[in-house]
C-alpha cells in the first residue's frame, strides 16, 4: 500500500541552524501538507501547498519557514534560522483532489538545542 | 475560530471493556469529521470520517456518530483489544484548502 514517507526521523540541530525536512507524497496525490506538534500539545497546521505554490499557512509559519517541491516526488520544510521552541514532531501529510482524506507520514522528530 | 476538544487522558481499559473518548467542536457551518489514530512509532491513521449530521463513521470496530446539536464526535468500541493501545485525535477539516484542526490527542492504554 502506497504511504507517506520522511526523512530523516530524527533531526538535531543547533539554534541558529538551517534545517529541511523531506516528505515524500504519495505519488498521485496532488494537494501537500505541514503540521507539527510540539510535545504534549495539539496537532497543528502550519501550511498547505498546491500546484507548486502556498495555498494557505498558518500564523505559524513566519518567514522563517519555506516549503518546496523540487522535484516530482519530494516536498521539503526548511526552517532558516533554528529557535527553541521549534522543537517539536512534524508531520506530512498529502491527498488526491477528488476527497479530503490525508494521509499522514511517520513524522520527523526535530531537537532544537 | 474552528476549534477541537477532546477529554483528557491517559485512559486505561482493561481488554474487553467499553471504550468512549470524547469529542466536541466549534465551527461555523457543519465541517467533516476524522478520528485519527497514531500507533507507537507511526505517523497518523485515517480510523474513520463523517461528513455531515448524523453520519456514523465505522472501522475496525470503533465507531462515531456525528451529533451536530450536541456538536459532539464521540468514539466508541464496544470491546477494546491491547492491540488498540494508541493516541487517538479528534479532527475537523476546514477551509477551502483542506487543513485539518485537531484535538489535542487521547493516550488510550488497554491492559490485558
Known amino acids: 500500500e502506497p504511504e507517506v514517507t520522511q526523512t530523516p526521523s530524527h533531526q538535531v540541530t543547533q539554534m541558529g541552524q538551517e534545517v529541511i525536512l523531506r516528505c515524500v507524497p504519495i505519488?498521485?496525490?496532488?494537494?501537500f501538507y505541514w503540521y507539527r506538534q510540539i510535545l504534549g500539545q495539539k496537532v497543528e497546521f502550519l501550511v498547505s501547498f498546491y500546484n507548486n505554490e502556498i495555498s494557505e499557512k498558518s500564523e505559524i509559519f513566519d518567514d522563517q519557514f519555506s516549503v518546496e517541491r523540487p522535484d516530482g516526488s519530494n516536498f521539503t520544510l526548511k526552517i532558516r534560522s533554528t529557535k527553541l521552541e521549534d522543537s517539536a514532531m512534524y508531520f506530512c501529510a498529502s491527498r488526491v483532489a477528488t476527497t479530503y482524506e490525508q494521509y499522514f507520514g511517520p513524522g520527523t522528530r526535530l531537537t532544537v538545542t | 475560530g474552528d476549534s477541537v476538544t477532546q477529554m483528557e487522558g491517559p485512559v486505561t481499559l482493561s481488554e474487553e471493556a467499553f471504550l468512549t473518548i470524547n469529542c466536541t467542536y466549534t465551527?461555523?457551518?457543519?465541517?467533516?469529521l476524522f478520528w485519527y489514530v497514531q500507533y507507537p512509532g507511526e505517523g497518523l491513521q485515517l480510523l474513520l470520517k463523517a461528513t455531515k449530521a448524523d453520519d456514523k463513521g465505522s472501522n475496525k470496530g470503533f465507531e462515531a456518530t456525528y451529533r451536530k446539536e450536541t456538536t459532539s464526535f464521540h468514539l466508541e468500541k464496544g470491546s477494546v483489544q491491547v492491540s488498540d493501545s494508541a493516541v487517538y485525535f479528534c479532527?475537523?477539516?476546514?477551509?477551502?484548502?483542506?487543513?485539518?484542526?485537531f484535538g489535542q490527542g487521547t493516550t488510550l492504554q488497554v491492559k490485558p
Open positions: 479532527a475537523l477539516l476546514t477551509g477551502n484548502t483542506g487543513k485539518l484542526i
Open positions: 465551527a461555523t457551518g457543519y465541517p467533516s
Open positions: 505519488s498521485n496525490h496532488l494537494y
